[in-house]
């Protein structure tokens, strides 16, 4: 399996509680994945075993917690 690295413009990620709340809906994946937040710009970038369907899932998760995927690069 080869990573794949995708990016994800969150609107609302505004502070920590934020970055928790996503983080641990991440806890809920089959799949493990290493995320990168950065509040300033409002996106996380998120790292994992490139699998179909794994970009899809992340972005679910993300809206799950709370919050709206505006871009995924």
Not at 4 to 31: A, H, Q, Y
């Amino acid at each position: 399996m080869t990573d794949k690295k995708l990016t994800f413009s969150i609107n609302g990620m505004k502070c920590g509680n934020c970055v928790k709340k996503i983080k641990d809906s991440f806890d809920e994946l089959d799949f493990d994945l290493e995320a990168n937040f950065d509040l300033e710009k409002k996106e996380i970038s998120v790292t994992f075993d490139q699998n179909e369907g794994q970009g899809i899932q992340i972005k679910k998760q993300i809206e799950e917690a709370g919050f709206n995927v505006s871009k995924m690069e």
